[in-house]
């Protein structure tokens, strides 16, 4: 039996209107399996990050469809949204966007706070997870005194404490010297045990290696990659 799919995008444009209007995306379909590590590539303005917005229910197509873990979204309510996000989704970006004067703890269960989680479950929940990614003699430090690959660590451990279906990461090694890089890499090459899909935006051809499968943006649409 096939796994799955996550992720099934149908015909999907996506037009800022401007001006002058700009069409990000123009037309893409693809389809990612549950389980499938799949890296997106592309120069500078292919519409990556507008990928990335639509399939993170941040923004929505223009027209075409999107379902997610099974469910169409692209005419859903935004409450409805925000609720499958918050279910399904986990973000890892270039800059961390972390609480510098919350500890390492505290940041990582922030990423529990709109899954309907009672608080002292959510930082039982964040200090396993803390330890999972190597920090556990840092879980009650300030996140300003960390190195940036701990930085990025703790925001992958944010993004993976509600053990999202998708996680999707725009850059996650972009502000990482190359042995931050690889911790950070490992990580996510870790998240295979548990199942999770990750769609990960890279320049970095050793992320990109390590997919199961490439997607290269050209000007608004996906080829698919050798496998
Ligand atoms: N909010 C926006 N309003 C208008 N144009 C945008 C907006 N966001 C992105 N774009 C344009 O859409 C295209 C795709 O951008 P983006 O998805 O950010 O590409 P990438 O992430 O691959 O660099 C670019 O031409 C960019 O200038
Ligand atoms: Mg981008």
Do not use: W
Request: with cysteine; proline share 5%.
């Amino acid at each position: 039996m096939t796994d799955p799919l996550i992720v099934e995008l149908r015909d999907v444009v996506k037009t800022y209107p401007g001006p002058p209007a700009v069409e990000a995306l123009r037309g893409v379909s693809v389809s990612i399996a549950a389980g499938e590590h799949v890296a997106v590539v592309g120069r500078s303005g292919s519409g990556k990050s507008t990928l990335m917005a639509i399939l993170g229910l941040l923004d929505r197509p223009s027209a075409g469809h999107y379902a997610l873990a099974g469910v169409e979204t692209s005419q859903m309510p935004d409450a409805t949204r925000s609720s499958m996000r918050a279910a399904h989704l986990g973000f890892v970006f270039q800059s961390f966007h972390l609480l510098p004067d919350r500890d390492v703890v505290e940041n990582i269960a922030l990423g529990m706070l709109y899954g309907g989680c009672p608080a002292d479950e959510r930082r039982a929940r964040a200090i396993d997870v803390c330890e999972r990614v190597g920090l556990a003699h840092r879980a009650s430090a300030s996140v300003r005194h960390l190195s940036g690959g701990e930085q990025q660590r703790v925001a992958i451990a944010r993004a993976i404490a509600g053990a999202p279906a998708l996680l999707l990461a725009d850059e996650p090694t972009g502000n990482l010297d190359p042995d931050n890089a690889e911790d950070v890499l490992a990580l996510l090459d870790a998240l295979r045990t548990d199942g999770t899909t990750l769609v990960v935006v890279t320049h970095d051809p050793e992320v990109a290696r390590r997919a199961d499968r490439r997607l290269r943006m050209t000007a608004g649409l996906i080829e698919d990659g050798e496998g």
